[in-house]
């Protein structure tokens, strides 16, 4: 570990560093020009990074993309700051006071004797905050990745007690054979939701699962690339792939 302050004292000095980056005199105009909307690019990238470090990378790896996310937040968080609507501090002030809030076992008086007791105190400090909601179903978010957001979806109907998909009616029968002018795109997608409310009570991850097979994927098509690319070198003719 290389951090010669505490965690505060680097975190001040990143936000000295962004404070310079968008000041007006000497700064960078690239940043100043920066809006939320402008970011979400690099946002949604840099968090993919992240999710690849931790998935397959080295903790070097991974050290270095949580530095880029958090860069992220303190930059999006001056935006704010300069527009007159919030500060960094007010972003961490606000994800303490939830975190102790969702923590009752914790620092309050609740207590909680196994990991099923502290889930459910946690949901229902979660629903004390979100009571003003008109549906379950509010507050997924829609630039979740489709596979986890239909995992999130059928996780919130699963914790609500509602029916699921299997008795609900969403076109035809997957059993039915397509017929010209059917909407076969759409189809393929109630496929792949009834495959993910299947797993879902078994735990199964629907959108690391696709991540790692399409790892495996890759890296078999890698093998072929490298195999097909060795024999070329060698003067052997291509063979028809």
Not at 22 to 31: F, I, R, S
């Amino acid at each position: 570990m290389s951090g010669q302050g505490t965690p505060g004292d680097e975190v001040g000095a990143l936000v000295e560093v962004v404070r310079r980056l968008l000041a007006d005199d000497g700064g960078c105009q690239w940043n100043r020009d920066q809006t939320p909307e402008s970011l979400v690019t690099y946002l949604v990238e840099e968090t993919a990074e992240l999710v690849e470090a931790i998935e397959q990378g080295t903790i070097d790896d991974r050290r270095e993309e949580l530095g880029d996310v958090l860069y992220q937040v303190v930059l999006h968080s001056a935006l704010a700051e300069r527009d007159g609507a919030f500060s960094l501090a007010d972003v961490v002030s606000d994800v303490s006071a939830k975190t102790v809030r969702r923590h009752p076992h914790v620092f309050g008086g609740d207590e909680a004797a196994d990991v099923d007791e502290i889930i459910r105190l946690w949901s229902a400090a979660k629903a004390r905050e979100k009571a003003h909601r008109d549906s379950v179903f509010d507050g997924v978010a829609v630039g979740l990745p489709a596979l986890a957001r239909a995992q999130k979806i059928d996780a919130r109907r699963r914790a609500a007690m509602l029916p699921g998909s299997g008795s609900i009616e969403v076109g035809p029968s997957p059993s039915t054979a397509p017929h010209p002018g059917d909407d076969v795109e759409l189809a393929f997608g109630r496929e792949v939701l009834r495959l993910i409310d299947a797993l879902g009570d078994d735990g199964v991850d629907a959108e690391r699962a696709v991540r790692r097979a399409v790892r495996e994927r890759e890296e078999l098509l890698r093998d072929v690339e490298r195999r097909v690319a060795g024999r070329r070198e060698d003067g052997m003719p291509r063979q028809p792939e």
